[in-house]
């Protein structure tokens, strides 16, 4: 058995490493990507904005999205088709989701929206007819699996959330 100074430490939590990166200065770097000229937080804004939201007690949803078989429209359709591909997602999600929800994209073909209405069920629904209808651009869509944890019932920190989140959505993708 390891002595306790040889013990590993546990992963720091997203709120620990939020608030390192804020002590050194990045919160100016947690801005915006631009995917289809539309500005677009990204996963260090997701961490700032979510212990805010925790900090001051709001309810909040947040919402995993993975784009189904993305890898598939790259290795089809080529890599500028997938860039068109994305923005066309991005730029339906924004209109759908409107001014008062927020839009992050944490990687590649996974994105997550922060939803500060009541009515998850409706608002999932309204985005799936909104994606499926809007698909224009000669590629199928091909679907998106969405995962969701809420505030305060499922998890109280980010790492709670996004864990929580992205297992219902993995549950829906099999």
Same mark, same amino acid.
């Given at each position: ?32 990507? %631009? ?27 947040? &919402? ?14 080529? %890599? ?39 009515? &998850?069920? %409706? ?22 699996? &969405? ?14 959330? &996004?864990?929580?989140?992205? %297992? ?7």
């Amino acid at each position: 058995s390891p002595s306790t100074s040889q013990k590993r430490k546990p992963a720091p939590t997203a709120a620990w490493k939020t608030k390192r990166l804020f002590r050194q200065g990045w919160k100016n770097r947690c801005s915006m990507e %631009h995917i289809s000229n539309q500005p677009l937080k990204n996963r260090l804004a997701l961490f700032f904005d979510c212990d805010k939201l925790i900090a001051n007690k709001e309810p909040f949803t947040l &919402i995993f999205m993975d784009l189904d078989n993305f890898k598939q429209v790259n290795d089809t359709y080529g %890599h500028t088709v997938g860039d068109d591909y994305l923005q066309l997602f991005t730029r339906v999600t924004l209109e759908t989701i409107g001014g008062r929800e927020e839009f992050y994209r944490m990687s590649g073909d996974e994105f997550i929206c922060i939803y500060h209405g009541s009515k &998850i069920k %409706h608002f999932l629904e309204t985005f799936n007819e909104k994606i499926s209808s809007s698909f224009d651009m000669g590629v199928p869509f091909l679907g998106v699996s &969405i995962g969701y944890a809420r505030y305060p019932e499922d998890a109280d920190s980010l790492d709670g959330f &996004i864990k929580k989140a992205d %297992h219902v959505m993995y549950e829906v993708k099999r």
